[in-house]
Nanobody
């Protein structure tokens, strides 16, 4: 059974930084995508960033490009999201997710991910 556990959320002022971590265990795929999603109260879940297990190709939603960086440490089964220049509109619950995928060139929707973590809250104040 795949398990994902997020950590690293918190409260910061606008312009600050946070690094989210996601610890994965029980993984069975060699080819997989891992993604970060977020959901603010009353809003739909939004894909933030995605990384492919082989080669580490990445994709980002436009609103975080240049500010957020997704990375992975395959040896440690860890996924990260470095978030810089945070804005109040980044406030949300952040989730990591994973699923088998053929390559990293296509953005996977939330419904295509099989496994999800419990989430970690990020709050950015102005």
């Amino acid at each position: 059974q795949v398990q994902l556990v997020e950590s690293g959320g918190g409260s910061v002022q606008a312009g600050g930084s946070l690094r989210l971590s996601c610890a994965a265990s029980g993984y069975i795929y060699t080819r997989y995508c891992m993604g970060w999603f977020r959901q603010a109260p009353g809003q739909e879940r939004e894909g933030v960033a995605q990384i492919f297990s082989i080669g580490g190709s990445t994709l980002y939603t436009d609103s975080v490009k240049g500010r957020f960086t997704i990375s992975q440490d395959n040896a440690k089964n860890m996924l990260y999201l470095q978030m810089n220049s945070l804005k109040p509109e980044d406030t949300a619950m952040y989730y990591c997710a994973t699923s088998w995928c053929a390559h990293g060139g296509r953005w996977l929707g939330g419904d295509e991910y099989n496994y999800w973590g419990q989430g970690t809250q990020v709050t950015v104040s102005s």
